[in-house]
């Protein structure tokens, strides 16, 4: 019983399920990589 | 709302996407990755009593607080390693219930179970009782742990049995990715709810406890499985195994009976003690050997955090091309090489080849975890893969004990023998390598499952 991957009716419902995941993942993301730039950065001179 | 729940409600019907399953799989798992940043919990809950009578050291101090009562790092580590026991243990009770309910009920089981973990701990927070933060967050969370990982595992392999390293990889990496949004999150709403008498902790728990159970349901109410026979189009089904590919279904009882599973258990068991051991240790590693501060220390926990959630997706797709066998024999020899050249990286001072290095490292980690669930769909078929994975995740909850415990033993007794500390991690990366190359002969002795322990079709569709 095959059937096609995805029909109209359900392309909203793909692109929000994908946004409200992506949202936080992306937050997280971006704040490690304010962390990771300090590994980069020389330490300020006392 | 039981009815919702029933796996018979929660078939998909015509028109359905299967690229919604993943994201239904990782509102579970970005959330229950939350785990692997449990440890910014660890000073504000050991700064309790400190906090509460605007007594505690500042952030310079060697002490974290000098009121009597105050709990210890050292008591409060348990609390992690209580909640990847339980995740292991409920993975392996839970996993034929997990089968047999579907995946809606068992990502509301595991939505209610981590929600009320948190809730329950922030409870134990409030009131100072350290045992009811253990049973809340340990046993409760730990649990919902357990059944939240493995619930969208089956469901995954199903609806994509063309690329199920894919498929799998995207959830795991939700693992993964839980870390990079759990420790932040926590930072904030802790900074929100701080008063002059309070680190606003056990607020900050309850809280993520409630927003964890709300993204969770989202997962549950959009997850839908397969029809029985459905398949993607233009997919057509092997009829004969091929190499380790299996065409043909083993029971969870039959699996444990196998040589096969225990091997895929040492391999899982040998590549996470690798790994867990040195994450634990990442930040004072670097500090110690390279002279670095916390706050750059910090950015290199984000960073190899940031590989070993990307690893998850790149392996484990890598795998449906490469096959499983080749991936583990890849991890297992780049890595034990990449651990022997580290301490001479760090004697050289190399820090960017170190940082390189363990990043490629905690890649292979997070990919170990995330190609293993294809490994077993591979040797054992579809039906019961995920009561298999389930079990097989009792190599995670060792790992997680003997990890830390091998890595801090080391190092501890080699500190005791007047080694300097930046010297100290030289010898454990060496038995990291060593433990490596074990892995890798484990993963070389695995052949094709027996025939007999295959069952015949119309019993894999009962157990279905």
């Excluded at chain 2, 690329?163 to 795991?172: C, K, V």
């Excluded at chain 2, 409630?210 to 349901?217: A, D, N, P, Q, T």
């Excluded at chain 2, 993607?232 to 091929?242: F, K």
């Excluded at chain 2, 300097?420 to 490596?436: E, F």
Aim: net charge positive.
């Amino acid at each position: 019983m095959n059937q096609p991957a995805t029909d109209g009716s359900a392309s909203g419902k793909l692109i929000l399920a994908w946004i409200w995941v992506s949202i936080p993942l992306l937050w997280g993301i971006w704040v490690t990589f304010g962390n990771v730039a300090k590994l980069f950065t020389p330490p300020a001179a006392p | 709302m039981a009815a919702f729940l029933d796996r018979s409600h929660s078939i998909a019907g015509p028109g359905f996407s299967r690229w919604l399953v993943p994201p239904a799989a990782l509102c579970i798992h970005l959330c229950i990755g939350q785990v692997y940043a449990f440890s910014v919990f660890n000073k504000p809950l050991a700064q309790l009593l400190c906090a509460a009578q605007s007594a505690c050291p500042p952030a310079t101090a060697k002490v974290i607080s000098t009121i009597p009562g105050d709990w210890s790092i050292t008591d409060l580590g348990w609390i992690f390693s209580l909640a990847i026991v339980f995740l292991g243990l409920s993975a392996a009770v839970f996993g034929r219930w997990v089968e047999r309910v579907g995946p809606r009920m068992a990502m509301f089981a595991a939505a209610v179970l981590f929600g009320a973990g948190l809730i329950v701990a922030g409870f134990g927070t409030a009131i100072h009782n350290l045992p009811i933060v253990f049973l809340g967050y340990g046993v409760i969370g730990g649990s919902g742990l357990g059944i939240g990982y493995i619930s969208p595992v089956s469901t995954l392999i199903k609806w994509f049995p063309d690329r199920p390293g894919l498929a799998t990889g995207t959830a795991i990496m939700g693992f993964g990715g839980g870390a990079l949004i759990g420790a932040p999150l926590a930072v904030l709403l802790m900074k929100h709810y701080s008063s002059p008498t309070s680190n606003g902790v056990a607020a900050t728990m309850v809280t993520m406890g409630i927003i964890y159970f709300l993204y969770m349901m989202v997962g549950a109410l959009i997850v839908r499985l397969p029809a029985v026979g459905w398949a993607p189009a233009g997919y057509v089904a092997p009829t004969e195994s091929r190499g380790l590919i299996t065409s043909g279904n083993v029971l969870v009882g039959d699996a444990i009976k196998t040589p096969q599973f225990w091997l895929i258990w040492a391999v899982l068991f040998l590549n996470v003690t690798a790994g867990i051991g040195v994450l634990g240790q990442a930040s004072l590693m670097i500090q110690e050997m390279f002279g670095v501060v916390a706050a750059a220390a910090a950015g290199f926990v984000g960073l190899l955090s940031l590989f070993n959630m990307v690893g998850r997706i790149f392996w484990a797709s890598s795998s449906d091309a490469l096959g499983r066998k080749r991936t583990y024999m890849i991890f297992f020899a780049l890595g034990a090489v990449l651990y022997a050249f580290v301490p001479s990286l760090g004697h050289a001072h190399a820090l960017v080849l170190f940082i390189l290095a363990y990043a490629i490292i905690l890649s292979m980690y997070g990919g170990g975890f995330a190609t293993v669930p294809a490994y077993l769909r591979d040797m054992f078929g579809t039906v019961q893969v995920g009561a298999i994975h389930g079990v097989l995740l009792t190599a995670w909850s060792a790992a997680g004990v003997a990890g830390p415990v091998l890595v801090n033993y080391i190092r501890q007794y080699q500190i005791d023998h007047g080694v300097a500390k930046a010297d100290a991690y030289s010898v454990t990366m060496y038995i990291m390598a060593g433990l490596l190359v074990v892995g890798f002969i484990c993963n070389w002795l695995i052949t094709p499952v027996a025939q007999r322990y295959f069952v015949k079709s119309g019993t894999a569709e009962a157990a279905a």
